[in-house]
């Protein structure tokens, strides 16, 4: 079957190629279509050849050079310092003996691009390797980097999964694309482990597979894989919306249980996700409460990644078009679009989103080709969150870390790593740097630093005017000497016992990490503050503290278990969230165009998700529903 | 496994058992546990022992005895002509040699039973046969007694399905029961092809598995047993709430596609389902559109079934119990009662069923020990159908009858064959025998004859007064001269040529069968009347006429095509319905005791499911759900 489509797509293209391409073979490699050619020329000329092929056949199509015609290593990188400007200050070069390019990684790539892409074109006529150009990071990314040598390590491998893929994605339905199916497994009517499955005659999808880090046993932690119509092994891709662990906390799961196919993102979540997966496994090992998988299982899932950016249309089934658009809840978070059976059905999942800009990220996309269902989030879906305005919610944070540092305190803000923890960075330098408060050390604690430095390794994802902030060099407001990256115990303990300073530190909900720790050193001292500027979720410690709890049973630093009083300050400041508040997330259904046939609201406490639905219902006459975990709705 | 939990009760039973019972065996029969005596009188006894064993046990248990106190056939005649008075008379007498039984059936089975037993004990004790008293029907049916043979020559295979059926059932749960689940394929927001399977993480149950006879294709008129989640290899059981096509027409196909398992159900249920669906396929078959099983599969069913008395409490497989109870729609029609892991969760299925005395049945059980979860059917659930009285519904058809007659014009009722045609035949010999209509010929056509020969055999599941008269013989109303059995097309032919009578034929909804023949012999000529008593289903011929549709293009004797005028009165008579109007539907919700959370309605018009459901939610605050197919609801 599959070699059979692959023959029956060389024969088109070869029919259609004009001679001077020089056809050396074609390939799949997941969703692509790649035609190798024994003239690189064609490589170079970028034209529009390829443009109308693709058109044509309705796939995207690469085409890369054949491996005779490729230079020597060692010639290949002589003509490429030939030819780039020494300006462009390449740090490293590398070759992908499997895609047959050359990887240049230069601190201004736009020179190794060169005007209209002239300089990446003679790189290519020159030498028959085509340039894949990357940006030296600003901030040197040990994740990144990891995850890039993972794959050159193994690009074998790799291209060995993509060729299968590619064939199972192109091979064809069975069945009639005749209906379309959502089965909740998580995350719906309760926030954590979101997770569904979404299902046609040919295909099985999943959407999101994360764990609730506030659970109480396995049960609640992980989501519902049980469902009858779910086997990890049928299944034809995960599609993730964004890296919080309570979307991608237990994909490396589906990896050790035999899953073998892959995972779509954007490469700003493919190299979070890791990230806050590989803490995730370690933390839970520190604390004597191991995960159902480990580090091996993430680097099989890296190894699976296929990372789209945002607005490319890919086809990830035989049945299924996926598209990633921006969700603006943390740096290349997605709504995630899909477009089944020749169009007769279009979903969006909005995955958690904002619908304002924040000072990271433009608000979410509302305008889409089509949609005729979408399911959405309710985490402030009751009628009662209303938050205040951001400008609000930054004169009260500054007000309140003001009067913590004047009388001597420190101030503990519990963060995600990711998304909150870089808001707060950008809000608290701008406040320094304006001296509207007083310049005091800025510790950052747990895979805050590192989360950050992904940040200005994809500043592509991040809003205009962050994105040309540090780009451009002027002042990349992440790299400011307030900023301390907390090391080891020992600093920490001079943090708590030293002058005033504000501490960021996961985890968020205080479920664990060194938040917990900084909250049992600091709790007893009135002069300090806890200011939550994050969702708290039922279960955490987080909320229990939020709710007013006054005396907390904790182990001391000697293993005993003792009451600790809460006595510092305790705060929550709304508005700082990466969520839509309840106006944003009505103006959302509004302006949400076309306006769908039918919403379904996950993501929520059981009481907001039915609240927003009902809303969302009288309000603009649409279908609503509400479903719980192990139902499944019918969407076509 | 299996072996294992036998060892188990074995051991459990022995030790509980007092020696004199002399215990032989113990073996699995479905969900009964058999024990074989080398002791007849204990099965005489017929005393507290095994009572009390099956409450310790919590199972059924039955008591049989060993094949070496067996006489020989000759002896054990011998022994019974002496022991049971001749007025008895016995009319048949046969061994099952499986279950150790002597079948007798005698037209007066109360004096084979003797007082409080006397006489069946004094068989037992003298041959150590046990007796199986069966009723001599006094009308033949001819299906009851092929069923009777087919078990009695097939007992060994059954006797092996028993046994391995009963093992699965009583191994135990391998998970937790900690979610029940349902999901429709077929009947919701519709009327036609019930079915739905309910789910436990240990069991796996169809109820009922229909065909819609108005579908236009495969695709419309058969259940989507193309839902992921289902797979005919591992369903446990087919719970079958009552004989009608629409629910029990395509469990033959399970059987084709290697369904081994049962099918629980009513005795009239099974009667009347191998009644109809033989009839079905014969149509079929005449119509040359095969159906995708035959005859075959029909008897692999019926080895395959298990009846159920209203009332008992039977294991079907490792965390449901099944309780059948009066519905009061058709003869032997049930409400299915699923009592599931330990008591978790109690779900009722009402299937169709009305809410009313009738001439033939008592009104559907509203009372139940548990019920969670409650889905019911809503035929006439729109609030506009308000049918007439009962008794308004007589005087109206009534009138209609004599007027026709009078202008010397021929009454055509298109009836189901089982329910509508019994009941008409009752008022009809009434308001005769009592001379409020003239008496002429009332021509029963189709499988009417026979259907009313299985509800004479099973007295046991009509109203009081209908069981008094037919037992008693004092008057058995299906009995009259009155009716006769259409035999052939001659005889038709002279139907219609001859002088004013009535006409009760198949199908009743014109959708084939001989209703449709005599329409279009009657149809042009303005004396007669055509009226309907039942629901006609949206596409069906029936439907069509009852718009007001004039003038119908139908085949002509000589096989050419012809527009047929629509001359006859043509009349709805509302009342004669076996499903419960609107006020009897919303009577039954609010008398369900006790009440329950949930109430699914199905088996409808997508209007009248939503109006009713709608209805019952704001009268009784109870949440409802309105399910279409491929929907999955978790109930618990």
């Known amino acids: ?29 997941g969703p692509e279509v790649v035609i190798y050619t024994k003239n690189p020329d064609i490589i170079a000329d970028n ?9 044509d056949l309705r796939k995207r199509i690469i ?71 990357l940006r030296t990071p600003p901030m040197r990314s040990e994740i990144i980097d990891r995850i890039r040598n993972t794959l050159l390590n193994n690009s074998k491998e790799r291209k060995k999964f993509l060729q299968t893929l590619g064939a199972r994605i192109h091979q064809g339905g069975k069945y009639p694309s005749d209906w379309v199916r959502l089965t909740a497994m998580g995350g719906f009517k309760e926030v954590g482990r979101s997770c569904m499955l979404l299902q046609t005659p040919n295909s099985r999808v999943l959407l999101d597979c994360g764990v609730n880090v506030a659970g109480q046993d396995d049960k609640t932690s992980f989501p519902m894989l049980g469902v009858p119509e779910f086997s990890i092994q049928d299944l034809d891709a995960v599609v993730l919306s964004h890296a919080h662990l309570d979307h991608c906390g237990f994909i490396p799961y589906l990896y050790h249980y035999g899953y073998e196919g892959p995972v779509y993102c954007t490469s700003a979540t493919r190299d979070l996700m890791t990230l806050l997966q590989m803490d995730y496994i370690d933390i839970a090992h520190r604390d004597n409460n191991p995960l159902p998988f480990n580090a091996k299982h993430v680097q ?28 603006g809840h943390i740096i290349g978070s997605a709504m ?53 305005s951001r400008n609000n919610a930054e004169k009260e944070l500054m007000k309140t870390i003001y009067k913590t540092i004047k009388r001597g305190g420190k101030v503990l803000l519990p ?49 205009k005017e962050l994105r040309d902030q540090i780009l451009h060099m002027s002042r990349n407001p992440f790299m400011t000497e307030s900023f301390n990256q907390v090391q080891n115990n020992a600093e920490r303990k001079e943090i708590v016992e030293g002058e005033p300073s504000i501490i960021l530190s996961t985890s968020g909900m205080m479920t664990g990490g060194n938040s917990v720790e900084y909250f049992k050193w600091l709790c007893e001292d009135k002069k300090n503050t806890l200011i939550f500027v994050g969702y708290q ?40 969230s990466g969520h839509s508040n309840r106006r944003q997330l009505m103006e959302f259904a509004k302006r949400l165009h076309p306006r769908p046939d039918k919403i379904i609201t996950c993501h929520g406490d059981p009481y907001k998700t039915v609240d927003l639905a009902s809303s969302i219902h009288r309000s603009f006459k649409v279908e609503t529903k509400t479903p719980v975990i192990l139902d499944a709705v019918r969407l076509q």
């Open 1 to 29: 079957m599959a070699s059979n489509v692959l023959e029956q797509i060389k024969e088109e293209i070869t029919k259609k190629l004009p001679e001077e391409v020089k056809l050396a073979n074609i390939e799949f490699e």
């Open 47 to 55: 034209g529009d050849l390829i443009r109308n092929l693709a058109k």
């Open 63 to 133: 085409i890369r050079s054949d491996k005779s015609v490729l230079d020597s290593y060692e010639d290949a990188i002589k003509k490429v310092e030939e030819i780039v400007p020494e300006d462009a200050e390449i740090n490293d070069i590398k070759f992908d003996e499997v895609t047959n390019e050359i990887v240049i990684e230069a601190t201004k790539p736009g020179l190794v691009i060169g005007k209209y892409g002239v300089t990446s074109r003679d790189i290519v006529r020159n030498t028959g390797w085509a340039p894949k150009i």
């Open 300 to 327: 099989k899932e890296v190894k699976h990644t296929i990372t789209l950016d945002y607005g490319v249309v890919t086809d990830i089934s035989p049945d299924i078009k996926l598209t990633l658009h921006n969700a």
């Open 336 to 388: 995630c679009h899909f477009h089944i059976g020749d169009g007769a059905h279009n979903l969006l999942y909005t995955g958690d989103f904002k619908y304002e800009k924040s000072r990271l990220l433009e608000p979410a996309t509302t305008r889409f080709p089509r949609v005729e269902s979408c399911i959405m989030e309710s985490t402030y879906g009751g009628h009662e969150d209303v938050t205040p």
């Open 415 to 463: 963060v995600f790593a990711v998304g909150r923890a870089q808001e707060l960075m950008i809000v608290l330098e701008e406040y320094m740097h304006h001296d509207i408060i007083e310049t005091v050390p800025i510790h950052l604690d747990g895979m805050i630093w590192e989360a950050t430095a992904v940040h200005t390794a994809r500043p592509e994802y991040l809003s």
């Open 537 to 576: 979720s039922e279960g955490s410690l987080g909320r229990k503290i939020q709710k007013g709890h006054k005396q907390l049973p904790f182990e001391d630093e000697d293993g005993k278990t003792r009451v600790f009083n809460v006595e510092m300050e305790v705060k929550t400041i709304e508005g700082f």
